[in-house]
């Protein structure tokens, strides 16, 4: 019976990180990992590499959408992953080669630098039209975004979308459907190395996944007549109080 | 860039609900005989959907002449292989 309660958690988990990273519009990754660790009490490494499984289901999802609808730009997605699943790759053998103890840290410190670039994106009017421009500094980016994405276990869309739409002028709604094809593709890559290294834990892969999808759509519905900025503001503090409260300040 | 990638997308999809039916499966029975393969299966399958995707692109759009997407897919798919293959050492 223990196991079966332990999935029912999990997805009830997984359908409330669904509901909540919906209204924010963001993937659920920055979210799901202090959740499992925090509130659910997985090591850190077993968090961000369970989260990285769940993340490639959710961003296969979503991007089946966003390919056939023609939003996603292949041609600057496909440029730009090479440079980020290596990102990926290098960023999960960091984390793997460091103390759970430290990790939680590390992690921890992220999580604010997201909050803050969540916040600051919060009051930047993003671009809605334009030509792409500064490529190479796109790819230099998107390692770093990769790397963001390996070592904490998130699909660093957070990060690529304001690379995407800010520094190269790709229009928001190409490049948050660009971003969510890249996140699967990266996720990936990360999750290959924790995977082969047994990190992952298939209970929370199952629970997260099937609790995220219906909860994304719930998210979705309830939405409807909410102010997203709002949500967003509020969704970066709760990230900013978990990350202060995973570097144990 | 518009580029028709037909039934294509639907592979991410599929793919995905193909790995977590055989990972459910695999839970079940891991837990009932204490084999883990049909689990691993299901991890696997999920992983590699992404990859496979890939490599359906490359071919889809080496066949429509799209050489530069064609490249670029390959490009992306041997990052993650050569990840694969570091991590096996």
């Given amino acids: 019976m223990e196991p079966l309660v332990r999935f029912l958690e999990v997805m009830l988990s997984g359908i409330g990180v669904g509901i909540i990273s919906s209204m924010a519009g963001i993937g659920g990754g920055t979210l799901m990992v202090p959740l499992m660790v925090l509130v659910l009490g997985v090591d850190v490494k077993v968090a961000i590499a369970s989260s990285l499984l769940t993340i490639i289901v959710t961003s296969a999802s979503s991007s089946t959408v966003y390919l056939r609808e023609g939003l996603v730009n292949l041609k600057a997605a496909l440029t730009l992953e090479p440079s980020t699943a290596l990102g990926a790759i290098v960023g999960a053998s960091i984390t793997i080669g460091l103390p759970s103890n430290l990790v939680r840290r590390v992690f921890g410190f992220g999580l604010i630098v997201i909050s803050l670039v969540m916040l600051a994106r919060t009051f930047t009017r993003p671009k809605e039209k334009g030509e792409i421009k500064h490529w190479t500094l796109g790819v230099l980016s998107s390692f770093f975004a990769g790397m963001a994405s390996g070592m904490f276990g998130i699909g660093g869309g957070v990060l690529k979308v304001p690379i995407m739409n800010l520094i190269m002028e790709m229009p928001i709604k190409e490049a948050v459907a660009t971003s969510s094809f890249m996140v699967g593709l990266t996720a990936s890559s990360g999750s290959i190395v924790y995977a082969i290294k047994g990190f992952v834990d298939p209970v929370l892969v199952l629970g997260f996944a099937l609790g995220i999808i219906p909860g994304a759509t719930l998210g979705a519905k309830s939405l409807k007549g909410m102010k997203s900025k709002y949500i967003k503001l509020i969704f970066a503090l709760v990230l900013l109080y978990a990350g202060i409260k995973l570097v144990g300040w | ?89």
């Fill in chain 2, 1 to 89: 860039m518009e580029v028709d990638l037909g039934n294509l997308p639907s592979l991410l999809r599929w793919g995905v609900i193909a790995g977590l039916s055989v990972l459910a499966i695999g839970i079940v029975i891991e837990h009932l005989s204490g084999n883990p393969l049909i689990r691993e299966a299901g991890l696997f399958l999920i992983v590699v959907t992404p990859a496979s995707f890939l490599v359906s692109l490359s071919y889809k759009m080496f066949r429509e002449r799209e050489y530069k997407i064609a490249l670029l897919s390959l490009l992306t798919l041997s990052v993650i292989v050569v990840s694969a293959l570091l991590s096996l050492r």
